[in-house]
């Protein structure tokens, strides 16, 4: 392959990576050759390629920053695109990725698995995968399990859990109508914050959460939340209550309920960005 084409192509997996799609066939015609760090299915079947399994053959690819549309707040305006593909000539008919349509969470909790991909993986009792809606129009995402959703297999069980149920309430919504999840899905250790390397093992399915899912409005709790969906690396004091484009959908930041359990006087920042949340799922 020439160095323009394997460029290209480069570009192109990368795009799909960000997108959450690791797998890759190539039909058995052509001479189309990909990467040797691609994992390639074998030729045969070409066309319906199974979900991947939870045994990737190469690491989950490393979201770091969103692109810098994603950092800027949106005005009134509704979403633009935000992940473009690359522009290119090359005829992808050769190394398109499997096409498998779009994916249910029970298929991605499959793929999932008993998960070893990060080191999480040797503290955690239970993985948390997420809870609630699978056709939530509003989709929470935290930081990571604490101890009693480790316990209980369950995201935002706990105290900041308790606090999140009533601020739903607050707008008029029930716990059970919305999705909630985190970026990691699995106890750090001491409730530390996750770190780079487990946050890029797992961020890649909560993106296919939210793909699945196609919520109207991603609300991130907190800070490595923001860092994650919407790579943006401001104080979450500074670019809370603010909605962004987020791929076809959109999100807002807020504090995390942690947060206002211990500045108990900060709830009304919290309330304050759910009346947001209320006012925008109200229009449309
Ligand atoms: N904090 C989080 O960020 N997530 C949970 O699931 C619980 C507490």
């Known amino acids: 392959m020439d160095e323009k084409t394997r460029k290209e192509l480069t570009a192109w997996l990368e795009f799909y990576r960000e997108l959450g799609i690791e797998d890759f066939y ?3 015609r052509g001479s189309v050759e990909l990467p040797a760090s691609v ?5 045969e079947p070409p066309v319906a390629a199974p979900l991947p399994t939870h045994s990737h053959s190469i690491a989950p690819p490393p979201r770091t920053t969103a692109p810098a549309e994603l950092s800027k707040p949106l005005s009134a305006a509704r979403v633009a695109p935000v992940i473009q593909p690359p522009t290119t000539s090359f005829n992808l008919f050769e190394a398109a990725p499997a096409p498998r349509g779009p ?11 008993d998960c070893h ?8 009792k239970t993985i948390v995968f997420g809870d609630g809606n699978p056709h939530a129009e509003l989709v929470f995402v935290g930081e990571g399990p604490g101890a009693d959703e480790d316990e209980q297999g369950l995201p935002f069980v706990g105290r ?9 309430q607050s707008i008029g919504m029930k716990r059970e109508e919305v999705y909630i999840c985190n970026i990691v899905k ?3 250790p001491g409730n530390r914050t996750p770190e780079k390397d487990e946050v890029d093992a797992c961020s890649p399915f ?7 899912i196609k919520p109207r ?6 800070a490595p939340a923001v860092r994650t969906v919407l790579g943006i690396k401001e104080g979450i004091t500074k670019i809370r209550g603010q909605f962004y484009a987020f791929g076809s959908t959109q999100a807002i930041a807020t504090v995390h309920p942690a947060y206002v359990l211990r500045n108990p006087r900060e709830e009304k920042i919290l309330r304050e960005d759910f009346e947001k949340i209320r006012e925008f799922l109200k229009g449309g």
């Open 26 to 28: 190539r039909r058995a």
């Open 39 to 43: 994992n390639v299915a074998p030729a």
């Open 103 to 113: 994916e249910t969470l029970a298929q991605i909790r499959t793929d999932l698995g």
């Open 117 to 124: 991909r990060c080191k999480l993986a040797g503290t955690r």
């Open 160 to 168: 900041a859990g308790k606090l999140l149920n009533r601020m739903i």
């Open 186 to 188: 699995c106890r750090p």
């Open 206 to 212: 909560l993106y296919r959460q939210i793909e699945a």
């Open 217 to 222: 409005l991603v609300c991130c709790l907190g």
